[in-house]
């Protein structure tokens, strides 16, 4: 529970319930900056999508409020053995000015998987319909989807639309749940 006192407006200390999960990350990151900086640069369309494909690849995606600037460096935890020295002054930069810039989240498995189930329902090539729904009930379903995929001819550019346009969404619920006044 949070609590919260404000002597202008209120004569009682009023109690809510925190956010707690993946929305007290997305929304929690910002709080102290809000109070500082009223109004911020919104991303635009291309900022979205651009931000959706480094998601996509495994990248941790910043986005600075007040310049509109976008970086990224590598998610280690996605790209085990890589050279970690690659990012360290965008890095650098990004851990010097943190209340400036928001981090994009990407998936977390669970909602992958999701996202795959969503796209086999939408399928209707009832054959490859049957061939995804058995890749995701075995073992390995992220491969075996994605070998499905990889040998579906249109379905693969498909899957690579339907995956894209999901990723536009999330990162614009990001947006639109850490309740910041951008400059429209």
Not at 18 to 25: M, N
Not at 111 to 136: C, G, P, W, Y
Not at 151 to 163: H, I
Request: proline share 3%.
């Amino acid at each position: 529970m949070l609590t919260i006192l404000n002597k202008q407006k209120f004569a009682n200390i009023v109690s809510i319930p925190a956010p707690t999960g993946r929305l007290r990350r997305v929304c929690g990151t910002l709080h102290a900056s809000l109070k500082k900086h009223p109004a911020y640069m919104k991303p635009t369309e291309k900022q979205i999508e651009e931000i959706a494909d480094n998601l996509d690849c495994g990248m941790r995606c910043f986005y600075n409020l007040k310049t509109g600037e976008i970086r990224t460096l590598l998610n280690f935890d996605s790209w085990i053995g890589a050279d970690e020295e690659s990012g360290e002054e965008e890095s650098k930069e990004i851990d010097d000015n943190w209340d400036d810039y928001f981090e994009f989240e990407g998936f977390e498995s669970h909602d992958s998987f999701r996202i795959m189930a969503d796209f086999t329902e939408s399928v209707d090539d009832t054959r490859l319909q049957d061939k995804l729904i058995n890749a995701l009930n075995r073992p390995k379903p992220f491969q075996n989807f994605r070998w499905q995929i990889d040998n579906s001819g249109k379905y693969r550019q498909l899957w690579f639309d339907f995956k894209k346009m999901r990723f536009v969404l999330w990162i614009k619920e990001q947006i639109d749940l850490k309740d910041i006044d951008f400059n429209e």
